[in-house]
């Protein structure tokens, strides 16, 4: 990577060097273990003129999100996020059933569900074949394209401004972020919102989230950095909340630049906290890659020892983020023999590059394991009542972000 694709410069400096992996969501039939599986370098670097930080787009939308297996409606707490959220907006911009609300990268429709049963009327855009049937089926109207600035324009002559536009979990996973920025401002009625939730760079560099870094995300947001990709397609920002899922993110109110007012107190205050933490200069940088290495190094380590000992490790869930720990710590199926997914799409199939089978949820309980390594760390609460049932054997949980925690469900919590 020779230019930041955001300012154009050519002052990149090395953030983390991951090697290289598969594409994360890239699962593998039976029949293509004896293929070739093709591996991308991973690694993350940070400009130092406008402090976004960002993987080369090595792999293309195109080649993620026309078959993904991604469904989000499979995790309870996202679906309760996402009432929760249209709840909010619905109370905090007055929308009622003349509103026209459009959500981009919209998924199975876990989000505008909420908006459907409210009598709002909505669009998703969703680029992935499968997961827009899904949505269809499920009584949300949408529309399979990537947004562009085209694409939004023809949304707005067909259907009209939006009143809110929603673009949760997308913001990082498109690499041409100014002709996608410029796309959210020709969906957005001229007094309209903006609303985009993305992970945030400062728990992602303090936390030690390494493994959500992957080919799907091309760029790490702060505040700050956030701020210049708005601008770039004429949005401002008016207001950031900090959310706790994806272990840190941030909810990003904008709209467009006109229009927008002073930005509220929230936004200085978080930009505060970026400047203190280091992140607008290189010295905020400079520890990660030596963190993430003592991560892979204490997994490895437990596996290791487990193994030697005669205890059983399994896997619980399939995520991206699972794939990029995964393959970074060159965990294969002598020390993982399987992980399970709620989400049928994976069953049946392996994890890219590791080759570790995807089986039923229900295979734990009848293999009683030892040891159960949580890899979407993010739905902790969550999958500690959901997998409390270990318990009645003496099986424990092992969750391995920020540090590796053993946890003894039911009762107290273990550091390794």
């Not at 007012?261 to 970026?274: H, I, M, N, Y």
Request: proline share 7%; with cysteine.
């Amino acid at each position: 990577m020779t230019r930041c694709r955001l300012c154009g410069s050519e002052a990149m400096a090395s953030v983390v060097d991951l090697g290289a992996t598969p594409p994360c969501e890239s699962f593998l039939a039976a029949d293509q273990l004896d293929l070739p599986e093709p591996a991308y370098p991973l690694h993350l670097r940070v400009c130092t003129d406008c402090w976004l930080a960002q993987i080369p787009p090595l792999i293309t939308p195109e080649e993620t999100f026309k078959e993904y297996a991604y469904f989000s409606s499979y995790s309870t707490s996202w679906v309760e996020h996402a009432r929760t959220f249209v709840a909010g907006a619905v109370e905090r911009l007055g929308l009622g059933t003349d509103a026209f609300v459009v959500e981009v990268a919209s998924n199975d429709g876990y989000l505008l569900r909420h908006m459907v049963e409210r009598g709002i009327r909505c669009l998703g855009i969703e680029p992935s074949v499968n997961v827009g049937a899904a949505a269809r089926d499920a009584g949300v109207p949408t529309l399979t394209e990537f947004l562009d600035p085209a694409v939004g324009t023809a949304v707005r002559e067909e259907h009209g401004p939006a009143d809110l536009v929603v673009a949760n979990n997308v913001y990082a996973h498109i690499p041409d972020v100014v002709g996608f920025t410029r796309g959210l401002r020709a969906l957005v009625a001229d007094d309209g919102w903006v609303s985009v939730e993305v992970q945030h760079l400062l728990t992602l560099i303090e936390e030690n989230q390494y493994d959500t870094i992957y080919h799907e995300h091309f760029q790490y947001y702060t505040v700050a950095s956030a701020i210049r990709a708005l601008a770039s397609g004429g949005l401002a920002l008016v207001d950031v909340e900090l959310l706790p899922t994806h272990g840190g993110s941030l909810r990003l109110w904008a709209r467009p630049a006109e229009t927008a007012g002073e930005p509220t107190r929230r936004v200085a205050e978080v930009l505060d906290r970026e400047k203190a933490a280091g992140l607008r200069e290189l010295s905020g940088y400079t520890q990660f890659s030596a963190r993430v290495a003592k991560v892979r190094r204490d997994l490895l380590r437990f596996l290791v020892e487990a193994a030697e000992e005669g205890k059983t490790v399994v896997g619980y869930g399939a995520p991206g983020k699972g794939n990029t720990l995964l393959n970074h710590c060159a965990i294969r199926p002598d020390l993982l023999p399987y992980t399970v997914d709620r989400n049928p799409y994976k069953h049946g199939r392996f994890t890219p590059g590791t080759r570790i089978p995807v089986l039923p949820p229900e295979r734990i309980a009848a293999d009683r394991p030892d040891y159960v390594l949580v890899l979407p760390w993010n739905l902790r609460d969550e999958l500690v009542e959901q997998l409390s049932y270990v318990h009645d054997w003496g099986g424990r949980l092992v969750f391995p972000i920020p540090e590796l925690s053993v946890v003894e469900v039911a009762s107290r919590e273990v550091t390794a």
